[in-house]
């Protein structure tokens, strides 16, 4: 059983920063895994945000280019999300998943497990 668990989410004003952690347990994930994070806002549908490679190789939606970074540490099964100068519309819920396979995807439907979501809330 795979259980990933967000962390660090909370209320920030515009400008402000975060930085979530998704922390992997109940199995060592392969080389070869990509970990990716994904957002939903009220009313909206889970859209892609930032993904990481095994070996670092990183990928952004155009809207947070720039403002958040991915990052992970192997050897603790873990990704980040440093999220900068936020903005209202970065309000909601960002969850984290992993992708059993080297290349890196955009689309939910191809990660293989998930975790079950932190809030962000940027207040104007």
């Known amino acids: 059983q795979v259980q990933l668990v967000e962390s660090g989410g909370g209320l920030v004003q515009a400008g402000g920063s975060l930085r979530l952690s998704c922390a992997a347990s109940?199995?060592?994930?392969?080389?070869?895994?990509?970990m990716g994070w994904f957002r939903q806002a009220p009313g909206r549908e889970r859209e892609f945000v930032a993904a990481?490679?095994?070996?670092?190789?990183?990928h952004y939606a155009g809207d947070v280019q720039g403002r958040f970074t991915v990052s992970r540490d192997n050897a603790k099964n873990t990704a980040y999300l440093q999220m900068n100068r936020l903005k209202p519309e970065d309000t909601a819920i960002y969850y984290c998943a992993v992708d059993d396979t080297r290349v890196l995807k955009v689309t939910q439907g191809e990660y293989d497990y998930w975790g079950q979501g932190t809030q962000v809330t940027v207040s104007s």
């Open positions: 109940g199995r060592t994930f392969s080389r070869y895994s990509t």
């Open positions: 990481i490679t095994w070996s670092g190789y990183s």
